[in-house]
């Protein structure tokens, strides 16, 4: 742990210009940028041909550790969130068990303040009856609500349950929007299929687009924040240029339904590909990539969800859904970066700054003088394979195994303190919450 790091000659990618200069942090902040700066400093860095970013903020993982800790835990995951360039993680409710009563939320900060690396924060899950209990929750980002089942037991599809969640929580409202009577009658009707293509059949266009229909009116009518996770239907993309409303509906996007489609994910990948809300098709990820460019999508996550290889290569009914990420959506932008297909600016939008106005999250998302030093240092030049062995993640795999990128994290700085450099990993840095309020 450093007092003091002085970075020289690096270049900072600002809200709306970059500069070369040196950058000073102390006690945990960023104290000074200038061209030149003397400062003492415990550490000095050469930063020459590096550039600097806000810390990447990912606000939809799932770290389950608990009971599920052979898929992934805290320690693991917030590993491999430092290696991908993640100073901030929100992890969801559907663990073992589940975070569905300040008790398990407790639980949880607890166990988190030992083992996560970098900064995070927990979400609480609705269920027909714990709504009075989570309203009483200080300092969690939101509410989830699984409007289609997926993995763990937190479905909550009744209308009724719904409309009591909406007229009487204040806290942000978060839905997993895939309609579960659809899904019922499609996995009735495709039962005896076995392979994994018919994922996105079941789970059709039209239960992502009529669960999204639902909770954006549920979120007018009481006039609550809306949330919408991991959007991936080109219908759904054209509703909501239609009806968001900006303050009170926001929604993301998944590096997984923007650079994957079928049928060659499917082939490809088999299970590996199987993930709920599906891959779609090429149609989708194209106006998905619209959708975020022109702002109907407000921000990318990973939806980090992990689960083992023994459990992925089970036949396509019996397979888990989900898909680890953390350490491959960075490579992946700045790769599109490299391409021309977006900017350095756009890469803060989506990684850091919509996400700190979306969760109301102080003092991060920006490289500003008495900021949080919280920082993704990347190198544009290096160009490396996404390796499976290489991953931090417990579950030693990505879908993206194999594919060359160029644009890499280099060091990732946590409350001012290095977590990750170049590979290693210092893992007697701690996170913290976030202090949402
Ligand atoms: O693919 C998914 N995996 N979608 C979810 O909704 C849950 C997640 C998980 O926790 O495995
Ligand atoms: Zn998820």
């Known amino acids: 742990m450093y007092e003091s790091i002085l970075i020289k000659d690096i270049e900072i990618i600002f809200e709306r210009d970059t500069q070369i200069g040196d950058l000073y942090l102390q006690n945990g ?19 020459k041909g590096l550039t600097a970013i806000p810390g990447c903020i990912d606000t939809h993982v799932h770290l389950r550790d608990f009971d599920l800790k052979d898929k992934e835990d805290f320690n693991f995951g917030t590993r491999a969130a430092a290696a991908g360039g993640f100073t901030t993680v929100f992890d969801m409710p559907n663990t073992q068990p589940p975070t569905i009563s300040l008790d398990a939320l407790a639980q949880k900060r607890q166990k988190a303040a030992a083992h996560c690396l970098v900064n995070y924060g927990f979400y609480l899950g609705a269920t027909k009856n714990n709504l009075t209990e989570l309203n009483k929750a200080q300092n969690i980002p939101g509410l989830k609500i699984f409007m289609g089942s997926s993995t763990g037991n937190l479905l909550l599809d009744q209308e009724s349950d719904l409309q009591n969640i909406f007229k009487n929580t204040d806290k942000l409202i978060l839905v997993h929007a895939e309609d579960e009577q659809i899904i019922m009658e499609n996995t009735r009707k495709y039962m005896c299929e076995q392979d994994v293509s018919v994922h996105a059949k079941i789970r059709s266009r039209e239960a992502e687009l009529k669960a999204v229909q639902k909770a954006v009116k549920l979120a007018k009518l009481y006039h609550k924040r809306l949330h919408i996770l991991h959007i991936t239907a080109a219908e759904t993309v054209a509703f909501l240029r239609k009806e968001k409303v900006a303050g009170l509906i926001t929604a993301e996007v998944c590096p997984q339904h923007l650079f994957l489609h079928g049928p060659e994910a499917y082939e490809k990948l088999g299970n590996f590909a199987k993930v709920n809300p599906p891959i779609r098709d090429q149609r989708d990820s194209m106006t998905l990539w619209q959708g975020l460019k022109d702002g109907v999508l407000d921000f990318i996550a990973t939806d980090h969800a992990p689960h083992t290889i023994e459990e992925k290569i089970k036949s396509y009914h019996e ?108 893992d007697q840095i701690k996170g913290q919450e976030v202090n949402l309020t």
């Open 319 to 426: 397979a888990p859904s989900g898909m680890p990420g953390l350490e491959t959506a960075l490579p992946l932008m700045l790769n599109m970066v490299n391409t021309g297909k977006c900017s350095m600016y756009d890469i803060n939008k989506w990684l850091s700054q919509n996400q700190v106005k979306t969760f109301g999250i102080p003092n991060k998302g920006y490289i500003r003088r008495g900021y949080d030093a919280d920082l993704t240092i990347v190198d544009m030049k290096t160009k490396r394979k996404v390796t499976n062995r290489k991953l931090q993640t417990k579950c030693g795999w990505s879908a993206f195994d194999g594919m060359t990128l160029q644009g890499w994290p280099v060091m990732t700085i946590v409350n001012g303190n290095i977590v990750y450099r170049e590979g290693d990993i210092f």
């Open 29 to 47: 902040q960023v104290k000074a940028f200038d061209w030149h700066l003397n400062f003492p400093a415990e550490l000095v860095l050469k930063g």
